[in-house]
């Protein structure tokens, strides 16, 4: 047993440093590192500069234009990019609807979208929930009619993250109701430039918006673009989710915002004018998180390891564990760090996330993003299967409850 | 990183596991707490033939040259099975004292008789008032012509009524708190002047209060450098938090275990309990809680090695806070769950919950180990 780097994967962070040191634009690192307003262009600038190193997507193998790099090397790459303030990548396009075309999708359908998915140039989002249909997602009732060589598509999906900017939606469409809800779900690839297809912005907590409704209304999808077997969809929706929730662990992210937090409570002032660290009750709250952050990283290389030893097994309803704990853990970092802004958070001012910003402000730079980050990461623990039901899955498939 | 265990690692954690399903159920091991002895002789024996007793010991004293992961599946395994033999205080404490500071002469004298099961020893260290402050020590060693000569009294001595001899911690210079001054002694449990009163701890185990009045040793029974001794005993009591942590997973595993169990068979409203999600996610939560414990209990295993003393107790500290908080958790949830039962000194989870508990009590509780890792952000 060994916690250290071996020398190959210390070289590999060495690489990766210095690639980071070169290549991320110092523009787009201020904006991720000081909590600014990020837009579609920054998200696919990175993605293109690393799609130039060969990079553009770590956890694919090489067959498919990825890096087939190891779990632990993703995780070396995540950590090291985060630290250095990189934007996260895309998730929907990456993560979710690769693995899924890679797994079940045809050749055909491989060659057509991997490869946009790699440069940047299409932005995909995810059409699973619908107003009636969150934690019982099999319940959902949007349809999907074979008409000759299309199917058409009526209903609406809901929370669709950064829909505003798609190309591409992937989805969850009823195609029978014969049988058990699960039985009568197929997964479909749709053009959001589609005939029939209306966005429409849900603005969130912290008055941004990152959401929207989205309106399908006899839109026509041709049977191309079937993933996979019709009615069998259920199967890869729940693969999918797997490969979620391991990047919902977020280890790299939060250590980077963990050590911003200790920098503001330095920064910050008590009520006693002695700096806020030295705030006992408070720095034990930081303390608390970075020995439960450190825990949760251990956590997370052992489930990596296991997973690279027996990759047909893949992550399985651990991946549930890493959900909830990482989910908590940056909401308590987020929550923390309103805390130390004191009442400086208080202010509303969405034009200081932008780059630029010269109008009034109150308390430090961070404090300008403390509440809106507080308030937004509530999501953390309602998204990608509420933790309520992680637990329901740890308890059944791990427990046998 | 490197999370897999070696072949040796592996065959000696499911020999010592199939001997403990073997030899150490519920009923055994409550008839070893309540013998006179408090342990095994017979399976002392036995862990001195597995080359258990010999692990943490160099090869050229009888021993296996170990390391503190090793120590770590012994203790995993002796935390599911509630072990009450005295392996923390002879081998972890003392053999690691007398391995890292002891003089050659010590060693070849002590190692040995360790390694085969033929001494028991006492780490004699903390006093009344101490609390967790390793550096508090009021006991006295004055010296005296060639030797020194020993007063004060010593509280909580684990096994320090059945230990043959004793590694007494005694001032030589300095005030009641000071860092520097502490030495290590040495003593004769049977010595002149030494006195112990035993007593039964809450989880089935043996300490002691120890008096030494006017006590003479020699010269050669000083351990380590005169004076120099707390670096030592703040390694040695890392090590045993190190392994404190593994045998609390071990505890907490085998406490999820038995609830799960009870979950599925205990039948109210008609229907198992275990079918009631409340419970079903407080199961869920005590999981992640002994995953985290884990995690953690690897950190120590691994970092208590690290050269860096800071970067050690900072690490060990880490894992003990968490682990505590784990094993309060995990512990009261479990005898919740068991409802009445759980409150009943029938089923093994009231001894598991007991056994948590004084672990987290043992070498600083959470909150103390907490505040360490709180402490060490204002050196950042």
């Excluded at chain 1, 990456?94 to 055909?108: C, D, E, H, Q, S």
């Excluded at chain 1, 929730?245 to 330095?266: P, S």
């Excluded at chain 2, 012994?74 to 890292?100: I, K, N, Q």
């Excluded at chain 2, 987290?360 to 360490?372: C, I, K, R, V």
């Amino acid at each position: 047993m060994d916690l250290n780097d071996t020398p190959e994967q210390s070289a590999f962070r060495r690489e990766v440093r210095a690639f980071l040191a070169a290549q991320l634009p110092p523009a787009l690192s201020h904006k991720v590192q000081h909590r600014l307003r990020l837009g579609k262009e920054d998200t696919v600038l990175w993605q293109r500069i690393l799609h130039q190193r060969g990079w553009g997507a770590p956890g694919w193998p090489k067959a498919f234009g990825g890096t087939g790099w190891s779990a632990i090397e993703q995780h070396i790459f995540e950590e090291e990019a985060a630290d250095a303030g990189a934007p996260r990548q895309l998730d929907f396009g990456l993560r979710m609807v690769a693995p899924v075309i890679m797994a079940f999708g045809n050749k055909a359908q491989q060659e057509r979208f991997l490869p946009r998915i790699l440069s940047g140039e299409d932005w995909w989002c995810q059409g699973y929930s619908e107003p009636g249909a969150g934690s019982d997602l099999a319940s959902l009732r949007t349809r999907a009619e074979r008409k000759g060589q299309h199917y058409v598509v009526n209903g609406q999906k809901a929370w669709t993250t950064l829909g505003q900017h798609a190309d591409w939606i992937f989805c969850l469409v009823r195609t029978s109701t014969e049988g058990r809800p699960q039985e009568g779900i197929s997964f479909l690839l749709i053009d959001m430039k589609s005939k029939g297809i209306t966005v429409r912005p849900t603005i969130m907590l912290d008055g941004e918006h990152e959401v929207n409704e989205t309106y399908f209304d006899d839109v026509e999808v041709p049977v191309e673009n079937l993933v996979g077997e019709e009615n069998r969809g259920w199967t890869y929706a729940k693969f999918l989710l797997g490969h979620e929730r391991t990047g919902l662990a977020n280890v790299g992210q939060w250590k980077r915002l963990l050590k911003r937090l200790e920098t503001v409570a330095r920064r910050e002032t008590a009520s006693n004018g002695r700096p806020l660290i030295e705030d006992a009750r408070f720095r034990d709250k930081v303390a608390q998180v970075k020995v439960e952050l450190l825990a949760l990283e251990v956590t997370l290389l052992r489930v990596l390891s296991a997973e690279a030893k027996d990759a047909k097994k893949g992550l399985g309803p651990v991946a549930s564990v890493l959900k909830i704990k990482g989910t908590e853990i940056g909401q308590a970092i987020f929550e923390l760090t309103m805390q130390a802004s004191g009442h400086d958070a208080l202010a509303y001012l969405p034009e200081a996330l932008e780059p630029g910003y010269s109008g009034p402000r109150v308390g430090g730079e961070h404090a300008a993003a403390a509440a809106g980050d507080y308030f937004n990461m509530r999501k953390l623990s309602i998204f990608g299967g509420s933790n309520e039901i992680q637990r329901n899955i740890i308890s059944q498939m791990l427990l046998g409850l | 990183m490197d999370f897999s265990y070696t072949e040796e690692q592996q065959a000696l954690q499911d020999s010592l596991r199939r001997f403990l399903a073997k030899e150490y159920d519920f009923e055994k091991r409550r008839q070893i707490s309540r013998s006179a002895a408090g342990y095994s002789k017979e399976h002392w024996r036995t862990l001195a033939e597995m080359g258990v007793l010999g692990l943490g010991i160099p090869e050229a004293h009888g021993g296996m040259n170990g390391s503190p992961v090793d120590t770590m599946l012994v203790m995993e395994s002796f935390g599911r099975a509630l072990v009450l033999e005295p392996y923390l205080p002879t081998v972890v404490l003392c053999g690691g004292l007398v391995r890292d500071a002891g003089t050659e002469a010590q060693q070849a004298a002590l190692l040995p008789a360790i390694a085969m099961g033929e001494l028991l020893m006492a780490f004699a260290h903390y006093e009344q008032g101490s609390r967790y402050a390793l550096e508090h020590v009021a006991t006295t060693a004055k010296r005296e012509g060639n030797g020194y000569v020993l007063n004060g009294a010593k509280s909580l001595v684990l096994s320090g009524l059945q230990a043959g001899k004793l590694l007494v911690s005694a001032r030589t210079a300095g005030g009641a708190r000071d860092r520097a001054g502490v030495s290590l002694f040495l003593v004769d449990r049977e010595a002149p002047g030494v006195s112990a009163q035993g007593y039964v701890t809450q989880d089935g185990g043996r300490a002691a209060e120890v008096k030494l009045a006017d006590v003479r040793v020699g010269a050669d029974a000083l351990l380590g450098l005169e004076g120099g001794a707390l670096p030592v005993i703040e390694r040695a009591v890392d090590l045993a938090i190190a392994a404190l942590c593994a045998e609390a997973v071990g505890a907490m595993d085998a406490l999820l275990e038995t609830t799960r169990e009870y979950l599925k068979t205990r039948k109210q409203f008609g229907t198992p309990i275990g079918r009631f999600q409340v419970l079903q996610h407080r199961m869920a939560d005590m999981l992640i809680a002994i995953e985290q414990a884990r995690s953690m209990a690897m950190v120590a295993a691994v970092k208590v090695q690290s050269e860096d003393a800071a970067e050690r107790r900072r690490m060990v500290s880490s894992a003990k806070a968490l682990v505590g908080q784990s094993a309060r958790y995990v512990g009261q949830q479990a005898v919740q769950l068991h409802g009445g039962m759980g409150v009943t000194d029938e089923l093994a989870a009231a001894h598991l919950f007991k056994r948590l508990t004084v672990i987290n009590a043992t070498f600083g509780d959470a909150d103390h180990h907490l505040a360490q890792v709180s402490d060490s952000l204002l050196v950042a």
